[in-house]
């Protein structure tokens, strides 16, 4: 290996000449950076072959379907969709079970045919205790049908419960809709306590309120339609309304909002209703064969007949009280 | 009376009438038919003898009368109401509730046997304690707010009144809901063909529709055979709006409702009519009709509501809708 000559001449010259066209370089570095910016950070290479059009075509599709996947195109003339309810099946299941153990007696009882009005004890605003009425007698009773749980008119108008409720087989509570209902031989679950049941405060649970004007009893009396009380315990429980709060509620829609002991403080969390244990109690059916069908027109009759009603329902839930341990089952 | 003669059918321009006086046309060509209208309709068939009569003028009773009894009509078909709501109320008002009235005396002077009139389920309102289906016995409720509903409900109830005062004409009402098909349009099919369907947030009311080969139908075999009374004229089935939406792939917009009642404001301002909040609470609250009186008297609908609806979209598809 061969050193080159050592000429310290050469050497000046040459180190003079790169310094020039270091400079020269720089200044052209410095055009071609200012005459052509250079590109932004550039993605990772992962992200580099995904085609970002298609992608965007598809997201777009998926969110103008979005939803449809747990819906069918058909609904049922009140609205109710089999396969909404097939997808929260597992859940109501699991409230059935697990939750609230539900423990239901008497259901075999209902008519193996034809319709039935059935009427419950209304607690809590959302209407749980029908739809686990509804489900108790879906999974016990030998005709596997779904009942239609009646749903008081501000509940079922108000907005992001109407779509669900009517899909999960709620119906809007009046004469005409009930009586097309067991027209169409179903079972219907009735609250008539109302909105005065939904609004009971704690220190109030399971002392029934007074029963509407009656229509239930007249309906069974013009149409001969057999009658089930039923009692359910714990549903009053899992909403203890400590009281009722207006001010709020009126700017709201509500026609009140429930202060319970978890409710506004903890947000919607708040909101879920406390796992107390359930009891379901289908009376023996109220038969009222020996009257005429214009006996409905008898307001004093259709009155006490009620009160009647009421108070077996009373007993069925006081028996269903004592019958429990404690509230947490 | 069984079979007509001649028929008369007022307001031509609208969509039954134009489509009964063709379906009458094609199938029964031993009858004559004769229209009104305020404008003398674009490529009229000859067969219809035209007249052009002004509901609005004060004599427009006279007049009509006079050519009722000329023409030697039998029955008369009551279309000539405004397919979509105006700005101009007063005029409304004139068309559909005092021409209507016009249009009674007429009938009555003339002693017209048998009048058909269009109406609308629209008239019972939405409510939010409507059932959930509305005989044809419930009252007509109508929106305070749409003014063109207001009016036709005031029509209904003064033709109750006339009913009852002239027991020889047969009198047959017709309350259609909504109708959808590859022609028909008016101001719900308009909100319908939005490129983005704007809805209220928390609101999936029930809906019903009717195609239109039903309604004129219906229209048909009402003026062709007696069927007093009145009618709702509906598809079987209902469908929630979303579901119907989804089925066009169309795009949906939820807004809450107070934003989009304020918005929808702004094509009142252009001149396309009603107070839109009042359309909106049309998809906000159940008026679904119970139709089974009407298929009874005018038969099975061919169409049910997903039908009626698919036949809509698929017609508009062809015309590139989305």
New interface residues.
């Given amino acids: 290996m061969s050193q080159p000559p050592e000429n310290p001449e050469v050497r000046d010259v040459e180190l003079e000449e790169l310094a020039e066209i270091e400079e020269a370089l720089q200044s052209l570095r410095h055009e071609i950076r200012q005459r052509f910016p250079t590109p932004g950070p550039r993605l990772p290479a992962l992200l580099e072959d995904v085609d970002w059009q298609r992608l965007f075509t598809d997201v777009r599709r998926k969110l103008s379907t979005l939803g449809m996947s747990e819906r069918s195109g058909e609904v049922d003339e009140f609205g109710m969709d089999e396969v909404t309810l097939g997808r929260a099946r597992p859940f109501l299941d699991l409230l059935y079970d697990r939750y609230w153990r539900v423990d239901a007696s008497g259901i075999e009882g209902l008519p193996e045919e034809g319709p039935a009005l059935l009427v419950a004890n209304r607690s809590g605003l959302l209407p749980y205790d029908g739809l686990m009425l509804a489900h108790a007698i879906e999974r016990l009773h030998p005709r596997h049908e779904r009942a239609r749980f009646l749903v008081a008119d501000w509940l079922i108008t108000l907005p992001f419960m109407q779509p669900y409720l009517a899909r999960l087989g709620g119906v809007r509570a009046c004469r005409e809709n009930a009586e097309r209902l067991l027209q169409h031989r179903r079972f219907v679950i009735a609250f008539p306590e109302g909105a005065k049941g939904a609004a009971k405060v704690f220190r109030e649970r399971y002392r029934l309120k007074r029963f509407g004007r009656g229509g239930v009893v007249r309906l069974m009396l013009e149409r001969g339609i057999p009658l089930y009380p039923v009692g359910i315990v714990g549903a009053e429980e899992a909403h203890p309304i400590l009281f009722r709060e207006h001010a709020l509620a009126r700017t709201l829609g509500l026609p009140f909002l429930p202060v319970t002991p978890t409710f506004p403080l903890l947000g919607p969390l708040g909101a879920l209703p406390l796992p107390t244990k359930w009891l379901i109690r289908v009376g023996e059916p109220v038969l009222l064969d020996h009257l005429e069908p214009d006996a409905a027109d008898d307001e004093l009759l259709v009155a006490r007949l009620t009160e009647e009603l009421r108070a077996r329902i009373q007993v069925l839930v006081d028996r269903g009280l004592s019958d429990r341990e404690s509230v947490w089952g | 009376m069984s079979a007509p003669g001649v028929i008369a059918i007022t307001g031509l321009q609208t969509f039954a009438a134009r489509g009964l006086a063709a379906r009458l046309l094609e199938r029964t060509p031993q009858l004559r038919v004769v229209g009104f209208d305020l404008r003398r309709p674009f490529r009229l068939d000859d067969r219809i003898r035209f007249h052009r009569v002004d509901l609005s003028e004060p004599a427009a009773g006279d007049r009509i009368a006079e050519l009722l009894r000329r023409e030697r009509v039998d029955a008369l078909v009551h279309c000539a109401f405004r397919r979509e709501p105006t700005l101009d109320l007063e005029m409304d008002h004139e068309v559909e509730t005092i021409g209507s009235i016009q249009i009674m005396n007429a009938c009555a002077a003339a002693k017209v046997k048998r009048l058909v009139v269009a109406s609308s389920t629209m008239l019972y309102g939405p409510h ?2 409507n ?3 509305l ?1 044809e016995q419930h009252p007509l409720r109508g929106h305070p707010e749409a003014h063109c509903i207001v009016n036709r409900v005031e029509m209904e109830s003064l033709l109750t009144a006339w009913i009852e005062k002239h027991t020889d004409t047969e009198v047959t009402v017709l309350r259609p809901c909504w109708t959808f098909g590859p022609t028909h349009w008016d101001h719900v099919v308009r909100y319908f063909a939005l490129p983005i369907a704007p809805m ?7 809906l019903q529709l009717v195609h239109e080969e039903d309604v004129v139908s219906a229209f048909e075999r009402a003026v062709l055979a007696p069927h007093p009374g009145i009618f709702n004229v509906v598809g079987r ?4 709006l ?2 119907l939406l ?2 066009a ?4 917009l939820s807004l809450p ?1 107070p934003l989009l009642y304020r918005m929808a404001y702004y094509p009142t301002q252009q001149q396309i009519g009603d107070p839109p909040a009042a359309f909106y609470d049309y998809l906000r ?2 008026w679904v009709a119970d139709g089974s009186r009407g298929w009874d008297a005018f038969g099975e609908p061919v169409y049910s509501t ?1 039908e009626a609806w698919i036949s809509f979209v698929s017609a508009r598809r062809m015309r590139r809708y989305r």
Avoid: A
């Fill in positions: 939010p304690d059932p959930n289906f005989t209220l947030m928390g609101y999936d009311p029930l089935g209902v469908l929630p979303s579901t989804r089925l792939g169309k795009r949906i409702s609250y159940l997903k």
